[in-house]
């Protein structure tokens, strides 16, 4: 049950993309496409952005997408705005109804 | 609306023990995946434990000294924890699971083990 790898950090300018990577093994991302991503403001509980790799619940905006190839799944941050500016994690089913986070990503909005 | 309070935080010694509690609404927990993510202070997220339909699992971290329940009378779901340590401090999340993803969350109580 080791964590999914993720960059410490990201940053980009208002109007540009970001995209986060999330490296996992052939044993999680790279057996099942049950990839989820959170959003977490400081101080406050995570928020699900993505869920089955590219599905995005009701209410959140599609400047945020989802993609996986192989053992690493993608978040993209289009269109980056400063309330972008947040903690991201990946997390991702490994069997046996056991799940795996992410290291998680600290984005900057320059 | 679906709401998820968790209670029952707070300092405890090493090697002690400390049962969570989170009350759900909105939701039942006898027929959804409810699960406890726990986020160690700067730290990232860590699945710990779900239940479901009678099942329970856990992380390899916490295997043999957390158990989580329910109760479905109260539609409560609790987690169990005894020989604490101190690397099991943090904010524990009570979240519910569907389709692969935590869609719901509660607001997170605090653990601190400590002497």
């Known amino acids: 049950q080791s964590a999914l790898t993720q960059p410490p950090s990201a940053s980009g300018s208002p109007g540009q993309s970001v995209t986060i990577s999330c490296t996992g093994t052939?044993?999680?991302?790279?057996?099942?496409?049950?990839v989820s991503w959170y959003q977490q403001l400081p101080g406050k509980s995570p928020k699900l952005l993505i869920f089955?790799?590219?599905q995005r619940p009701s209410g959140v905006p599609d400047r945020f997408s989802g993609s996986k190839s192989g053992n690493t799944a993608s978040l993209t941050v289009s269109g980056l705005q400063a309330e972008d500016a947040a903690d991201y994690y990946c997390s991702s089913y490994a069997g046996s109804n056991i799940y795996v986070f992410g290291t998680g990503t600290k984005v900057t909005v320059l | 609306e679906l709401q998820l309070v968790e209670t029952g935080g707070g300092l405890i010694q090493p090697g002690g023990s400390l049962r969570l509690s989170c009350e759900a609404s909105?939701?039942?927990?006898?027929?959804?995946?409810m699960s406890w993510v726990r986020q160690g202070p700067g730290q990232g997220l860590e699945w710990v434990s779900t239940i479901y339909n009678g099942g329970t699992y856990y992380a390899d971290s916490v295997k043999g000294r957390f158990t989580i329940s329910s109760d479905i009378s109260k539609n409560m779901v609790f987690l169990q924890m005894s020989s604490l340590r101190a690397e099991d401090t943090a904010v524990y999340y009570c979240?519910?699971?569907?389709?692969?993803?935590?869609?719901?969350w509660g607001q997170g109580t605090l653990v601190t083990v400590s002497s």
């Open positions: 089955e790799v590219t």
């Open positions: 979240a519910r699971r569907l389709y692969g993803g935590y869609d719901y």
């Open positions: 909105g939701v039942t927990v006898r027929t959804n995946y």
């Open positions: 052939s044993s999680d991302v790279g057996a099942y496409n049950y």
